[in-house]
């Protein structure tokens, strides 16, 4: 929905886009910040370009019990660590983690304390 589309972006999303998912917990996020939002244009294009488009073409992975159980054991292990990780961003690793997906993110340090986790950006080269 950008005026402009990052280049790098929609290029992996050409190579990648049939073997591409998004997680349910992002799902939650973008339907939550597009109803937060007044009614109105915006809103309605929002709503039309998350049903059509991302609902469309991307398959929504679920936070399952093998997710909940990984989760759990890395919200441990962080824990005892002292770090605490967002909860959000377990679930969202937890899902990849136990599918053996790479997470596609801007915010590779936001990952980066799971373990048995790969993730990448695609919007820098």
Known sequence: MWKTPNPRVLGQ????????????PV????????????????????????????????????YDEEAGAWHAAERARLEAAGTIAP???GQIAAIAATRALTLVTANVADFRRFRGLTSVVWSRA
């Open 87 to 89: 909860f959000v961003d």
């Open 27 to 62: 799902w939650h996020e973008l339907l939550f910040g597009c109803r937060r939002l007044p009614r109105g244009k915006r809103r309605s294009a929002l709503e039309a370009y998350l049903e059509d488009v991302v609902r469309g073409t991307l398959p929504i992975l679920p």
């Open 13 to 24: 999303l050409e190579s990648h886009g049939a073997s591409s998912a998004i997680a349910s």
